[in-house]
């Protein structure tokens, strides 16, 4: 994780550019403890910004910092989250699993009980077959979208599109429902569900045709499990996890897919603006600096920057500019911390604009591996693991390196999780607790 830098470019005006970045969002409505936890896909945020709390180490030695590694006993992609003294996965088989924070341990191993299918299963050698199937899932299993919490219920979803709720001591399930009988999704299903304001929402991008589309967006009531509305969508597959911002009086869902970036109001879930066009596999999911999203079309696209905050198809009037042909990222999402935006290339390039104008900041072609965990944003720092299992920390404004790199040993998908001075890392085999030693070795709840 060595290497030279670009100096930053003069400023510039942006391309196409309409608006400026607004001013920070009012603070979402979420649960008592939100902020001090890790309770979803890419933090408290969802965009992958770490909390204000959040100080872990920058030099790193497993030898001396690796607080304890244990075995998941079931395999899956999805990432840690943390609410106080429990570190919640899920598992193939539509398993959830609860850890001790302090030690480790293994708390619950519970199998969700999902609802039986509509439609019996295709005989082996009908439609597809198996084999076809099968492919589907090989990259993401069936457990690569990562739960949610309010600390009362951990939310969870899988590629079998079964959707649930299991209580946080794992003694009984809240609900659970079935989306569809047969998800169609090349790579299989890893959206993430996110919470707001007592409603879990669920984006479920399905068919290889935005005309013949069966997507669909659901929101569902997190305490009972109750549907509350489902919206079509006019978009082929993504793997992508909505982002919620908040301004201007409104609260605004952010979905990305071929071929549209589409905001939907909340709670209610009409469409308030929709703007592209996006290409190819849309896996990276949406982030923002303010009111400014940033949508990353698939591998070899382009990088846009939405304006929130419009109405109707906001293309020419809320773009406030387009980077042509970034490495943008394949899987791993972009972060930003207000002024720069970091895009971790599927082969290993990592390029930085500016937030302003989308002019590159710097680029770094030197990382040995390719990136399907996404980065984390720590104040001016950026942590990030390549797929080997390799974490790296650089600077945002200039990319470079702040410490060694740390071989972790085993190949790693999922994202990493931030409290305190703690991190949360799930390899392909094990789940470990990297952090300071001394008296601060207890995590507090």
Not at 123 to 146: C, L, M, R, V
Not at 188 to 197: E, H, I, M, Q, W
Not at 308 to 320: E, F, I, L, P, R
Request: with cysteine; charged share 20%; aromatic share 8%.
């Amino acid at each position: 994780c060595r290497g030279k830098t670009q100096p930053p470019p003069p400023a510039a005006a942006g391309q196409g550019g309409s608006q400026q970045a607004q001013p920070p969002a009012p603070a979402l409505t979420r649960p008592a403890g939100w902020d001090e936890n890790w309770p979803a896909f890419r933090g408290p945020t969802g965009d992958g910004v770490a909390p204000a709390s959040a100080d872990p180490l920058v030099q790193i030695d497993l030898a001396r910092d690796l607080r304890w590694k244990v075995a998941v006993p079931v395999a899956g992609n999805s990432s840690p989250i943390v609410w106080g003294d429990r570190i919640f996965l899920t598992g193939e088989g539509e398993r959830v699993l609860a850890f001790d924070r302090r030690s480790g341990d293994l708390v619950w191993n519970v199998k969700l009980d999902a609802p039986e299918k509509l439609l019996p299963d295709e005989e082996p050698g009908e439609g597809e077959g198996d084999a076809a199937e099968a492919s589907q899932y090989e990259d993401t299993g069936t457990a690569a979208p990562t739960a949610c919490t309010d600390g009362q219920r951990v939310y969870v979803f899988y590629g079998s599109a079964v959707l649930g709720a299991m209580n946080v001591d794992g003694k009984s399930q809240a609900w659970c429902d079935r989306l569809t009988d047969k998800p169609d999704s090349t790579y299989g299903l890893a959206v993430s569900p996110v919470f707001y304001d007592g409603v879990v929402y669920v984006q479920l991008d399905e068919g290889k045709d935005e005309t013949l589309s069966p997507s669909n967006l659901y929101a569902y009531r997190g305490s009972d499990g109750k549907q509350l509305w489902r919206k079509v969508r006019s978009v082929s597959s993504s793997w992508t996890t909505p982002l919620i911002v908040a301004g201007d009086g409104r609260a605004e869902l952010i979905t990305t897919s071929r071929p549209w970036a589409i905001a939907y109001a909340l709670p209610g879930g009409d469409e308030l603006w929709r703007g592209g066009e996006m290409d190819g596999d849309v896996a990276a999911s949406p982030v923002a600096a303010g009111n400014r999203i940033f949508a990353a079309s698939g591998e070899g696209g382009d990088l846009l920057a939405l304006d929130a905050g419009g109405s109707g198809d906001v293309s020419k009037t809320h773009t406030a500019w387009t980077a042509r042909r970034p490495p943008v990222p394949d899987v791993a999402s972009p972060v930003t911390d207000g002024r720069v935006v970091v895009l971790l290339g599927a082969r290993g390039i990592v390029t930085a604009l500016n937030v302003s104008d989308g002019r590159q900041r710097w680029q770094r072609k030197d990382f040995a591996d390719l990136f399907w965990a996404s980065p984390v944003c720590v104040g001016s720092r950026v942590y990030a693991i390549d797929k080997q299992g390799t974490l790296c920390v650089f600077a945002m404004d200039d990319g470079r390196a702040l410490a060694d790199p740390v071989k972790l040993d085993e190949a790693t998908v999922a994202s990493p999780a931030f409290v305190g001075r703690y991190i949360y890392v799930r390899t392909a085999g094990h789940l470990l607790c990297i952090g300071p030693p001394g008296p601060a070795d207890a995590p507090k709840p």
